[in-house]
């Protein structure tokens, strides 16, 4: 396989995945905006020759496609599968030691090497401005690092294997940041860096940090992997790129020798700057806050080095391709980690961490009584409490009766729900509780609310193929449309204030009764504008669910409290746009109407049909 990022881009466009861009681009929003172009093209990967202020060559989308993915991968695609399985469970190896051999073969070959001599990141050594530092969307705070590989050791616990990779994004310059000598680092502290940075500030020591960017593509998937307990990401790293991960030290900072570049520095207790904006992969910016500043020892690049970057924005994006790929690897994983689920998907179109699509088993109930949900209730709060799934705030799970069920196809799947859903008895919410850092519809950094929809049993209901006649002609919320089976958008004046929205929606809830019950109509969601929520199953899923925290934005037609249980006729989501959310990613006209000269008869991407 690959020794460096470059074999793999001649390995990718010796077989039609890859187009050089010879035209001169500038980094400033015009690099981002092609490649969302060429993403949403299903194109292939970019080879920027030429980046404007800039002596280094740049790549971008190069997992944008999961079968571009797999090519890059195909040599150690299955053995490393089979690692990972082996490692969830590993019994297996126990009952069939021999059938087993080549894995172990595998993980040892991966494990990483330590070298003395033959350090190609470190051929020259240059400054952060002399980076292709790529702003991508208009209000960004500055230029960052996209697919940066962060890596750190366990100050209790120095050595390669207690150490934490991970993609923490990189602020390089704006801001308060000194250039050259100041960078910025987005993580949470639960986080394995956030962890190590705790324990050396007990020690009241910094923290060594250093960030590789680029090598082989292994490298940059192994910074992201959920990978099973006991196997760390530089073994995967090995494993994946079917050669040992090799290291040396420089200055007392690990250096990736294969990697493009190499960003080292410390860490000291206490010293944060304001890092963001960001455009951030909800499709929102996420703001300006406080966080751990890394001071510059040194940067590093090998002879040649390629700067490999991707686009954050509202999905789809690259990031789409990744967690696709990831699921491919990992396979069962959510099986094995939670007992009872058969598949959990995060929907990308709303920005993967707000919600989730389940399908979980129903055993409590004996078959002669009523189904309703029960043993999925206990499977919804191991979702909840596991990994990256506790940051959603909704929860949408079922059990497959006479049906088979897929979540990813997600109109089919919320009408199964909606068909099934006791809207009296089926709603459960977890206030003041966490949710995503990037999220900004909650009530401060960190905080919300979640709710869990269960359905389980015989269908109830017949879902509305139109708008109901009771959703016509009412004032206030106005332009009903129609947007799938048993959900209906409304347009509304813009919010104002929580009170305020509390009295409109009951409001409409009293206009609603008046005109007679409405059971086909189980979901009405409030919006700014209907036409477009309406107008793409994706618009509904990001507006919806993005600009939405549950305990404050569900109201309910002819709500009540039963023994502090909340029920209701018909649900109610105010998805309108609230003063404290974070302003949406916009493309810049003037930018878009610029990189039309790529595109065009002569231009390096003629050949990619955009629309």
């Known amino acids: 396989m690959y020794q460096n990022l470059e074999e793999c881009l001649i390995d990718l466009e010796k077989h039609g995945h890859l187009v050089r861009i010879g035209e001169e681009v500038d980094p400033y929003l015009e690099m981002a905006a092609i490649h969302m172009k060429v993403y949403e093209a299903g194109g292939p990967a970019l080879l920027f020759e030429k980046v404007k202020g800039s002596k280094f060559r740049a790549v971008s989308n190069l997992f944008g496609t999961l079968e571009r993915s797999q090519f890059i991968f195909r040599k150690n695609w299955e053995d490393v599968q089979n690692v990972i399985a082996l490692r969830q469970d590993p019994i297996k190896a126990l009952k069939k030691p021999f059938a087993h051999v080549r894995n172990g073969l595998t993980a040892f070959k991966a494990l990483p090497l330590k070298t003395s001599s033959s350090v190609p990141v470190s051929a020259q050594e240059i400054n952060i401005s002399d980076l292709p530092l790529i702003q991508h969307w208009l209000n960004d705070g500055g230029a960052f690092v996209t697919l940066p590989q962060v890596y750190s050791e366990d100050p209790e616990n120095a050595g390669i294997m207690n150490a934490n990779l991970g993609m923490y994004r990189i602020q390089l310059n704006g801001n308060d940041y000194e250039l050259n000598k100041e960078i910025g680092v987005h993580y949470q502290i639960h986080r394995g860096i956030g962890v190590h940075q705790d324990k050396a500030t007990k020690k009241g020591e910094p923290l060594k940090v250093s960030i590789f960017i680029g090598g082989p593509p292994a490298h940059t998937l192994s910074a992201v992997m959920p990978l099973p307990e006991g196997l760390s990401e530089l073994t995967f790293a090995g494993m994946l790129a079917g050669r040992r991960f090799r290291y040396s030290y420089i200055d007392g900072y690990c250096i990736s020798n294969d990697a493009d570049f190499v960003i080292t520095g410390d860490i000291y207790p206490g010293e944060t700057k304001p890092e963001g904006p960001f455009g951030d992969h909800l499709g929102y910016y996420s703001l300006t806050h406080e966080f751990p500043l890394m001071r510059v020892h040194k940067v ?6 390629i700067w490999p970057f991707t686009v954050v924005g509202r999905p789809p994006q690259e990031d789409t391709s990744f967690g696709a790929l990831i699921h491919e690897l990992t396979g069962d994983a959510i099986k094995q980690e939670i007992p009872g689920v058969k598949e959990v998907h995060a929907v990308d179109a709303a920005g993967v961490h707000p919600l989730l699509f389940a399908i979980g088993s129903e055993r409590y109930t004996p078959y002669q009584q009523v189904k309703r949900p029960a043993e999925l209730l206990t499977i919804a709060n191991r979702i909840l409490g596991t990994g990256q799934l506790s ?9 497959e009766d006479k049906q088979p069920l897929d979540s990813h196809k997600e109109s089919e799947f919320l009408a199964y729900m909606l068909e099934r859903m006791d809207l009296h008895r089926d709603i459960h919410f977890q206030t003041h509780t966490t949710i995503d850092t990037l999220d900004y519809s909650g009530t401060g950094l960190n905080q919300g609310s979640k709710v869990v929809f269960a359905a389980s049993g015989e269908k109830i209901r017949d879902l509305c193929t139109e708008v109901p006649e009771q959703l016509k002609g009412l004032p206030t919320f106005t332009n009903p449309r129609f947007i799938m089976p048993g959900i209906v958008a409304m347009q509304g004046p813009s919010f104002s204030t929580y009170d305020n929205a509390q009295k409109e929606a009951q409001e409409l809830s009293a206009n609603l009764q008046l005109k007679g019950s409405m059971p086909s109509c189980p979901m009405i969601i409030l919006c700014d504008d209907s036409d477009f929520v309406s107008e793409t ?56 109407a610029n990189i039309q000269r790529l595109f065009v008869k002569g231009g390096s991407l003629a050949g990619v049909k955009v629309k």
């Open 537 to 592: 199953i994706n618009n509904f899923l990001w507006v919806t669910f993005t600009r939405s925290n549950p305990s404050h934005d569900i109201h309910g037609v002819n709500s009540y409290y039963d023994n502090k249980h909340w029920g209701c006729d018909n649900l109610i989501i105010d998805a309108r746009i609230k003063p404290h959310h974070a302003p949406p990613l916009i493309a810049d006209p003037t930018v878009e």
């Open 391 to 399: 940051l959603a705030k909704y929860l949408f799970i079922t059990a």
């Open 300 to 305: 590093y690049a090998r002879e040649n080095a």
